[in-house]
T-cell receptor, first 116, second 112 residues
Framework: AQTVTQSQPEMSVQEAETVTLSCTYD???????LFWYKQPHSRQMILVIR??????QNATENRFSVNFQKAAKSFSLKISDSQLGDTAMYFC?????????????FGKGTKLTVNP | DTEVTQTPKHLVMGMTNKKSLKCEQH?????MYWYKQKAKKPPELMFV???????INESVPSRFSPECPNSSLLNLHLHALQPEDSALYLC???????????FGAGTRLSVL
């Protein structure tokens, strides 16, 4: 079974600064997907960024980037130029390559607060 | 358009009530999901529908009854719930052949 571990229950950062959220996972699969979702105000889950395991290049989406280390099974999220709107719960998630079930396995989450 | 619409946003029900949660998407996604999320916890998968057929039931109690009447609509029928069933219920959908699940804003359910 796959597991996802987020070791930082809470983090805070000053506006305009950079913060890195950690995520490690355990799997015997070779092909899979990794995701970071944010959940503001404990409501909608919003996709921040995704990474395909077979791609060595780290994914980037504007101010968001990942450091994907497949051998180390590590998938950290870097948020640059933090904004107040980045305040949210962040979940790291794993999914096996499409097998028909496509079950997302989530970590426990990191609560990020961006301070003015 | 990546919108998944859930209604109602909030629901309060007694343990003897029967209610339904609704989820709708018009993106042509043929996989739809129900998740349950307790406060300060990650979402937990309940059910998966693929092409309107139930493909995964994560051992959910029978007081939760899912239904997928067509490719755009997913319902969750609730009956004789317990206070511990109070949670945020999230719906998600995914396009066949792709990996991203798109979530709705959820229904916050309180069982009294």
């Amino acid at each position: 079974a796959q597991t996802v571990t987020q070791s930082q229950p809470e983090m805070s950062v000053q506006e305009a600064e950079t913060v890195t959220l950690s995520c490690t996972y355990d799997t015997s699969e070779n092909n899979y997907y990794l995701f970071w979702y944010k959940q503001p105000h404990s409501r909608q889950m919003i996709l921040v960024i995704r990474q395909e395991a077979y791609k060595q290049q780290n994914a980037t989406e504007n101010r968001f980037s990942v450091n994907f280390q497949k051998a180390a099974k590590s998938f950290s999220l870097k948020i640059s130029d933090s904004q107040l709107g980045d305040t949210a719960m962040y979940f790291c998630a794993f999914m096996k390559q499409r097998t028909g079930s496509e079950k997302l396995v989530f970590g426990k989450g990191t609560k990020l607060t961006v301070n003015p | 358009d990546t919108e998944v619409t859930q209604t109602p946003k909030h629901l309060v029900m007694g343990m003897t009530n029967k209610k339904s949660l609704k989820c709708e998407q018009h993106m042509g996604h043929r996989a739809m999901y129900w998740y349950k999320q307790k406060a300060k916890k990650p979402p937990e998968l309940m059910f998966v529908y693929s092409y309107e057929k139930l493909s995964i039931n994560e051992s959910v109690p029978s007081r939760f009854s899912p239904e997928c009447p067509n490719s755009s609509l997913l319902n969750l029928h609730l009956h004789a719930l317990q206070p511990e069933d109070s949670a945020l219920y999230l719906c998600a959908s995914r396009r066949t052949g792709e990996d991203i699940q798109y979530f709705g804003a959820g229904t916050r359910l309180s069982v009294l």
